[in-house]
């Protein structure tokens, strides 16, 4: 009897202990490919969800909030400088902060905000606010690659910075671009008495939003009001909260192969333009090192040839006052929206190579820009067309040569051009009628004795000539030398060289 008793004891230890060891089996989430190929919005969602069962001494998920069809919104935080790392030093990790801190409705984590002198330390990293840029997020997902998966490759920038990273704002409308339209660009929020669908993220922030595009069946639709977009309203959430601690903010975009700083909404300069161009230009020039391409740097509203209101960069820099914004437009024209995917590694990888550089640059530029005292933001400027007492409108010439010039980047090469005016036919038609009356006007005009006008399509050589040839010294056409010692051409018609006076008009 005791053995029997014995044996199912342990029976009964084996299957605990196997049952034990199969939950915990049932907790491992497979690795999604994220460096050769285009994630689902689930498979991107495992993949931060990995990484946090993976590395949970100093990477965490928060939910920033969730869109209009109940997916969530993400970030994720790499804070290898907090009191849970186990790979610190028992001092250090004394003195480190939390990594996280939990939301006042208890059920959502919150970044801890850090204070003290040097509390902006924070990059902020977003990607995915516009449907089609599939490459975007990719190439977020791989900078959280490099700093998680090769974290002792960047050791050196985890110990400096921490980051928060948001691979994907719209999922909505990633989710539509990738099942039905490949261009769609909008998020999915219906708009109530229409059939149109989604508003421009980019566009919906409150930084000068009455000056974005207002029709509603636009790609650029600005939405009703300001944050009236679930997913901008999540974005918000955490920048406000952030505010403080931000140190240098990205936006991740495609494809104009272009890094650009402030302003957006207007043509004017930032008062810290200099140090925002050195950053740029660090970017570019460790992308150019790594393979040779060659990114162009400016101002947003230069390179772009417009203007932009509502973007989130103009909002974290002029109202969050953020020391650094930047928008990368990662590569290229001939590559589209949507690269094949055999490019998604190489453009993830080179791109990674940039900001890792713009990352190191911000953090010794940290102390060179104090916008405290910063100037109100400059007002936009008026519309591309401006009315006239007619009621005709008159076409603006662009930014000149020595403004651009002023904005540094590459947008100092470009040339000033004139753009087109919009005229009606009426006005057009008065136009061609007055430059004929001045036509007309000229022919009646009294000429000088002998000088008479060109007729249409003539040339002065195909005309008959009015005066005697001019007699020349010199030997005639005999060589004799003599006769009239005229020298004429072939055709009877005086050289190119004689003096007969000629009006062109």
């Not at 660090?282 to 230069?302: F, H, P, Q, W």
């Not at 010794?364 to 409108?393: C, F, H, K, W």
């Amino acid at each position: 009897m005791a053995t029997i008793s014995k044996r199912k004891t342990q029976t009964a230890k084996d299957r605990n202990r196997d049952a034990a060891t199969t939950a915990l089996r049932r907790l491992v989430i497979p690795r999604p490919d994220i460096l050769h190929t285009y994630l689902e919005y689930k498979q991107i969602n495992q993949y931060l969800e990995y990484l946090a069962q993976r590395y949970p001494h100093f990477v965490h998920v928060h939910i920033l909030g969730h869109t209009h069809e109940k997916r969530e919104v993400r970030a994720l935080e790499i804070n290898w400088m907090n009191s849970e790392n186990v790979e610190l030093s028992p001092q250090m990790r004394e003195h480190a902060p939390r990594l996280f801190d939990h939301a006042p409705n208890g059920r959502f984590t919150v970044p801890v905000i850090h204070v003290g002198e040097h509390c902006r330390k924070t990059v902020f990293i977003e990607a995915g606010t516009h449907a089609r840029e599939w490459i975007t997020i990719s190439t977020a997902l791989n900078c959280i690659y490099q700093l998680t998966e090769r974290y002792t490759r960047n050791i050196e920038v985890l110990r400096k910075l921490r980051f928060i990273i948001v691979p994907l704002v719209n999922p909505d409308g990633y989710e539509y671009s990738r099942t039905k339209n490949p261009k769609w660009r909008k998020n999915r929020r219906p708009h109530k008495s229409t059939k149109f669908v989604g508003t421009d993220c980019n566009r919906n922030y409150d930084v000068f939003w009455n000056s974005g595009p207002s029709k509603i069946n636009r790609n650029t639709y600005k939405g009703e009001s300001p944050f009236s977009e679930p997913e901008t309203r999540a974005m918000r959430s955490i920048l406000d909260r952030m505010s403080s601690n931000l140190l240098f903010f990205l936006s991740l975009h495609s494809y104009g192969q272009s890094i650009m700083y402030p302003w957006g909404y207007c043509r004017d300069n930032p008062l810290f333009w200099r140090e925002l161009s050195s950053l740029a230009n660090s970017g570019k020039s460790a992308i150019k090192s790594y393979n040779g391409r060659e990114y162009r740097t400016g101002s947003i509203s230069c390179l772009t040839k417009r203007t932009i209101a509502g973007s989130v960069v103009d909002y974290v820099y002029g109202v969050l006052k953020v020391p650094m914004a930047l928008v990368m437009e990662l590569p290229s024209r001939e590559l589209g929206f949507q690269p094949p995917v055999e490019m998604i590694s190489q453009i993830g990888h080179e791109s990674w190579y940039g900001i890792r550089e713009m990352c190191k640059r911000s953090y010794d530029l940290r102390n060179q820009i104090a916008r405290e005292n910063d100037p109100p933001m400059p007002a936009p400027r008026p519309s591309r067309y401006e009315t006239s007492s007619e009621g005709v409108a008159i076409g603006k010439t662009s930014t000149s040569t020595e403004e651009a010039t002023t904005a540094g980047g590459d947008c100092a090469k470009t040339t000033s051009k004139k753009k087109r005016s919009k005229r009606t036919v009426r006005t057009q038609h008065e136009d061609i009628v007055q430059l004929q009356n001045s036509f007309k006007a000229r022919e009646t005009q009294d000429l000088p004795e002998g000088i008479q006008v060109l007729p249409p399509g003539l040339f002065p050589r195909q005309m008959e000539p009015r005066y005697p040839p001019i007699k020349r010294s010199g030997l005639s056409r005999d060589g004799q030398g003599g006769g009239d010692g005229a020298t004429l051409t072939s055709r009877g018609k005086p050289t190119i060289s004689s003096q007969m006076p000629l009006v062109i008009r």
